[in-house]
C-alpha cells in the first residue's frame, strides 16, 4: 500500500513529462514471502523497477523467495522494464544507463536503502559531468 501510494505521487508530480524509476529493497523473505503479490502488483504507476537482494533483517533465506522470483513476479505482471542491482555499488551506473532528463528516481524500501539513496544524488551528477 505504501510503495503504490508513493509511486502514484510520483506520477502525479512527474504527469508525463518523465519517466518513474522504483528501485526497491525488499525487507525480509518471511515478508515478501506473505506479501509476495501485494509486491509483484504494486509497481504500476513506475515505468522502470529496480531490484536489489532482500534485506534479510537477521533472517534465514526462504526457499523460492528471492530477488530474481520477485522481479519474475513483478514482470507477470506486464512490467517491461525491471532490472536486478548485482551489487549496490552498481546502483548509479544502471540508474545512469536507464534515465534521462525529465524522470524520478524513487528508493523504497528498508535496510541499507537509505544511504543508497543519501548517495545516488552525487554519484550520478559524477557521471553526468565525468
Known sequence: TEIKATLKTAKDVVAGKGDIIAVVQPHRYSRVKDL???FCNCFADADKVIVTN???AGESPIEGITRDSLISGIKKTGHKEVYPLESESDLPDLVHKITSSGDIVVCLG???ISLLANSLP?????LYVG
Not at 552525487?122 to 559524477?126: D, G
Open 54 to 56: 532482500i534485506y534479510e
Open 122 to 126: 552525487k554519484q550520478l551528477e559524477e
Open 110 to 112: 528498508a535496510g541499507s
Open 36 to 38: 509476495f503479490d501485494d
